[in-house]
């Protein structure tokens, strides 16, 4: 349970680190247009961790459930091996599928040479191409990329701006406190630290 959380910190932290670079450069510079080479630098390594993430959460999920319903056999059926197995094949299958993504935009024709925000997402990637980006669509549709919550095409820029900093900003960050916090461990040293405060400003 723990080398998946470890792990799960430091795919995180990774995927923060990502965004947070091009945001700070996005409100310090007075140009906001993110060139197209960077955006698709910036989407390979964003498809690369971000599913990985999707990977850990399941065998997470999968050691919660064992541990809740199997427990006398928790330490056979989740062992370290298996956890390492699942890691390793994530971090197999996951980059070609990436790789593939990249290669076939980075052959279709372009007609603008850049994104007016922080964050390349696919769907404002495909927006950039003249030719129709067919077999792109199709593999990020079988990949599940675009199942997930976004503004409206009609919405605000501010408010997708705001979509985007809560999922690839706040979510991360709160993913292994909220783990964190769920430890006994972690809860008795927070509760002897606030009992020390109490006692220290009497």
Do not use: W
């Not at 906001?32 to 964003?46: E, S, W």
């Not at 070609?96 to 052959?107: D, P, Q, Y």
């Amino acid at each position: 349970m723990y080398f998946l959380v470890h792990r799960l910190s430091f795919v995180d932290m990774v995927f923060a680190n990502i965004t947070v670079p091009q945001m700070l450069a996005h409100l310090l510079s007075t140009s906001k247009a993110i060139p197209f080479t960077n955006c698709l630098a910036q989407l390979f390594f964003a498809l690369f961790v971000g599913p990985m993430e999707g990977y850990l959460l399941a065998a997470m999920a999968y050691d919660h459930y064992v541990a809740i319903f199997d427990p006398l056999h928790y330490v056979t059926l989740v062992s370290h091996a298996l956890c390492l197995r699942i890691i390793v094949g994530s971090g197999i299958v996951v980059p070609g599928s990436t790789l593939l993504n990249i290669v076939l935009m980075a052959h279709l024709i372009v007609c603008s040479h850049g994104i007016l925000q922080f964050f390349c997402d696919i769907t404002h990637m495909l927006q950039l191409y003249c030719s129709h980006a067919f077999l792109n669509e199709m593999l990020n549709f079988t990949e599940g990329k675009r199942m997930y919550l976004r503004p409206a095409a009609s919405a605000s820029e501010g408010r997708e701006c705001q979509g985007t900093i809560f999922y690839t900003l706040v979510m991360p960050m709160l993913n292994p406190l909220i783990y964190s916090l769920r430890n006994h461990e972690v809860q008795g040293a927070l509760r002897r630290l606030t009992s020390k405060k109490a006692a220290s400003s009497i």
